[in-house]
């Protein structure tokens, strides 16, 4: 009976059981039992996707690269791919720019409710003050500086280097397409193998997806319930962001899906939707990658070239919901404090934020530094990033899931342009 | 036309117009352009080139010393080789040692520039000067740096280049021990071979641009000083004056001791091996002419030629290494850094164990030269200055290579008693 049901069910059942413990846990005083006992299970998960992680993205891409022989062909995917994610990402930060100067959530921002918070997050906000001016320090090319590993072992062993071993992986895998196949084979071969082993991996780590996923949102429920009043007193902001992310998946990707892609909407939302959860209860788009590679190939069709060349690098590069996210919050700063932005300072936010988001992995620390980055840009005055410090984490889940939706998005509009999409994989699975 | 020009052509315009604009920046003050929009794509090549590093050493050591298969069929003739090799290798590069501290090449600036420039690299200097201190505990722990105790902790560690070299040789050799056993990993890794030396060739298309931005930056560091090109031009000759000593002292040493040779007949019978290993800077493609020329000019058995000289090919490469080591010498002496006793016997062991892994192809020696480099913690922008001189040397180090290849070839003949000196020319011209 249990075997019946599909991943994205038992996914499903496992996030409604955990949202009910944490409720029932938060009620009757079990924070400590769900900590102690519940929560490590979710860590474990998202530590076996981690794990899996950079074999996966080294592997696949060394694969997919190298199945397509024809360089014009890879270098024509390469161009489609990037200027795909770079478009989607300057319209999901000019719908944000929109949504938060037509809305304003921070014109009644309470100014007492303010002076709380920026007494609360001093500490926090000087400390990312401080990374984020010796970010702001190095050269304007450091971002491509920090794409390049000086020790392939280095960047491999650690999970913020991503791009590094994207790098070194296609670079990798150009050579192997330049010379003849003969002198290849041993290589080829053994990728091949270890390509079906890690896929395997993934398979039976996602046997473990519904605990790790009931674990992870029972513990973000009790951890989170004491912070609940600051959810609702930032209301309108949060509920801005959250409606903003939701309307991004909603409809930003659907027209782009009908006009450039045959995929049924419906089709595609069914094959993303374990994606999209698992994004949004391990708030990591690497750690969802393997899920996301799984799903787009098995269930859209995206043939294994385009997948594996496509998704790793959105992970790193493309990131939609965080500079959408990076954006309003910018806004809704600059209001609380009373600031009136000029065009001009509108304008560095969306440049500020489009590279931000390609650069986010070259910084430990993530979308905060970066987020300090654009304040400090635009002239906003940084303390205000106190506001928001505090719901970032719940934002941040939803942010993920748009981040995969937006990758695998693109993934299947490159396939289909490149006769790469294979449908009857998708009549197979909605029947 | 430029597409026409070979490779070390492009580079020394690459590094030509460098300098131009490295002295045209600090009259004009464009010192911080040049640091921020120039000389990250320096760092970059630097980068890609560290990063070839440690797959180049390891592959190279382990498909060099493996296909030596034959080595416990010719097991006497074999180890007698190798020990002959690497010990007239330790002599060369020791002797770099030497001569960098006689000659002082890169000690061209006033004592009170040089204090401005310490001051400039105090942080590297401090670094080094931990290094050392630590390194001098005690007369062994070299040896006992030598192991390492987890092979990816020393992979992922640029300068722990002596345990990557010390864990290959012993994967190599327990392949050769194995012989058939291992021959999928053998093909896996000669396939690895090839990839890891076409990478460096894409790597190598990208010197011009990378010398240029390396030598402009290193230019405005040193703000323009006219010094670093008399420091250059006495690296030059110190190098070449070297090699040549090489030759006319140590090699005609060998040959008198150890030999029944005449001294001029050596020398007559090596100079068309000679001229053809400067024309073309390969000492691969010299072997057929410098077999020819022991065998047939100087008696030497053709059974021992046979093994010892194309091994020599791949091993034996006293020039590269005594190049090597004076290479170090000069950059710490241009950033005033002092080296302990124990940083200059890592790099005699670094050099000499590197040797017999350099590949033979352009790039190949500026790897291990950074391998060197990165082994004690010198600053690898330096490299930058040695770069542009280094084709004209490579045609030198040739000669010297192949030289030494032949003096090891006569000396293991006269000891197996196979030297069939002086050759009965004319009984050679009637069979």
Request: net charge neutral; aromatic share 10%; proline share 4%.
């Amino acid at each position: 009976m249990k075997k019946k049901i599909p991943l994205w069910l038992k996914i499903i059942i496992g996030m409604i059981l955990g949202v009910v413990w944490g409720l029932i846990a938060v009620n009757i005083g079990f924070e400590k039992f769900t900590a102690d006992w519940i929560k490590p299970w979710g860590t474990i998960f998202i530590k076996l996707l981690k794990l899996i992680a950079v074999p996966l993205i080294f592997i696949s891409l060394v694969k997919g690269v190298t199945s397509i022989t024809d360089i014009s062909k890879l270098s024509r995917i390469g161009i489609k791919t990037i200027s795909l994610y770079l478009a989607s990402t300057v319209i999901s930060i000019i719908i944000g720019l929109v949504l938060v100067n037509v809305l304003t959530p921070g014109a009644t921002f309470p100014e007492q409710k303010r002076k709380e918070f920026q007494a609360q997050y001093e500490q926090t906000v000087k400390e990312k003050e401080i990374q984020a001016a010796e970010v702001k320090d190095r050269s304007p090319l450091y971002i491509i500086e920090e794409m390049v590993p000086d020790n392939i072992f280095l960047a491999m062993s650690d999970n913020t280097k991503m791009l590094q071993v994207i790098f070194f992986s296609i670079l990798f895998a150009f050579s192997m397409i330049l010379l003849e196949s003969s002198k290849v084979l041993a290589v080829k071969n053994l990728f091949d193998s270890l390509n079906d082993i890690v896929l395997k991996i993934v398979d039976i780590i996602m046997k473990f997806a519904p605990i790790g996923v009931f674990a992870l949102l029972a513990s973000l429920v009790t951890d989170f319930s004491g912070d609940a009043d600051l959810f609702l007193a930032l209301g309108k902001y949060a509920l801005l962001v959250c409606l903003g992310l939701v309307g991004l998946i909603v409809f930003l990707y659907p027209p782009f899906i009908l006009l450039f892609t045959k995929i049924k909407l419906k089709t595609f939302f069914k094959a993303l939707f374990p994606v999209q959860m698992v994004a949004f209860s391990t708030s990591s788009s690497a750690a969802t990658l393997p899920v996301t590679l799984r799903q787009c190939t098995k269930e859209l069709g995206v043939s294994e070239g385009v997948a594996n060349f496509v998704l790793p690098v959105g992970v790193t590069i493309n990131m939609n919901g965080t500079s959408f996210y990076q954006c309003i919050s910018a806004i809704f700063i600059a209001q609380v404090f009373g600031l009136d932005l000029t065009l001009m300072q509108q304008l560095t936010i969306v440049l500020t934020a489009t590279l931000a988001s390609i650069g986010t992995p070259g910084v430990p620390g993530g979308g905060i530094i970066m987020m300090v980055i654009v304040l400090s840009a635009s002239g906003i005055p940084a303390e205000g990033l106190a506001l928001i410090l505090g719901i970032d984490r719940p934002l941040d889940m939803i942010r993920t899931a748009v981040n995969v939706t937006g990758d695998a998005a693109v993934s299947a509009i490159v396939a289909h342009s490149e006769n790469e999409l294979d449908y009857s994989v998708q009549k197979n699975f909605s029947s | 036309m430029w597409k026409k020009l070979p490779i070390w052509g492009k580079i020394i315009i690459g590094m030509v117009l460098g300098l131009i604009w490295g002295l045209i920046a600090t009259k004009i003050g464009g010192e911080k352009f040049t640091l921020d929009w120039i000389k990250p794509f320096g760092t970059i090549f630097l980068k890609l080139l560290k990063m070839i590093a440690v797959p180049l050493i390891f592959v190279s050591l382990v498909k060099g010393i493996s296909s030596l298969t034959d080595m416990s069929k010719l097991s006497r003739i074999g180890m007698k080789t190798m020990i002959y090799y690497i010990v007239t290798t330790l002599i060369a590069t020791s002797f770099g040692i030497l001569v960098g501290h006689i000659a002082q090449p890169g000690n061209t600036f006033p004592p009170e520039k040089k204090a401005i420039y310490q001051q400039k690299w105090e942080k590297t200097l401090n670094d080094k000067q931990q290094l050392a201190d630590e390194s001098k505990s005690y007369p062994l722990s070299f040896v006992e740096d030598m192991v390492p105790d987890n092979f990816f902790l020393a992979a992922s560690d640029n300068t722990k280049m002596l345990q990557i070299i010390f864990f290959a040789i012993l994967f190599a050799v327990a392949m050769v021990m194995l012989g058939q056993k291992s021959v999928y990993v053998s093909d896996f890794i000669g396939s690895l071979n090839f990839i890891v030396l076409k990478i460096i060739d894409i790597i190598m298309k990208y010197a011009p641009i990378g010398v240029f931005a390396l030598l402009a930056g290193v230019i405005v560091d040193f703000s323009g000083d006219a010094d670093i090109f008399i420091a250059l031009g006495r690296y030059f000759f110190t190098v070449v004056i070297g090699l040549l000593s090489i030759i006319f002292i140590f090699y005609s040493a060998y040959i008198k001791l150890f030999t029944r040779v005449k001294l001029k007949d050596f020398y007559k019978a090596m100079l068309p091996a000679q001229l053809v290993a400067f024309s073309t800077s390969s000492s691969a493609a010299t072997l057929p002419v410098t077999m020819k020329q022991n065998v047939e000019e100087l008696g030497a058995s053709e059974k021992v030629s046979n093994f010892v000289l194309p091994v020599g090919v791949t091993i034996n490469m006293d020039a590269t290494a005594f190049y090597q080591a004076v290479a170090a010498l000069f950059i710490a002496q241009v950033y005033g850094i002092e080296l302990s006793i124990g940083q200059q016997i890592i790099i005699v062991l670094t050099a000499t164990l590197s040797s017999i892994g350099t590949p033979a192809v352009p790039g190949g020696s500026i790897v291990m030269i950074l391998i060197v480099m990165g082994s004690v913690g010198l600053p690898v922008e330096g490299i930058a200055l040695v770069l542009g001189v280094d084709r004209p040397l490579d045609m030198l180090r040739t000669v010297i290579n192949v030289t030494g290849d032949s003096t090891i070839n006569l000396i293991i003949s006269q000891s197996e008693g196979e030297l069939n000196y002086p050759v009965d020319k004319t009984k050679i011209s009637e069979s």
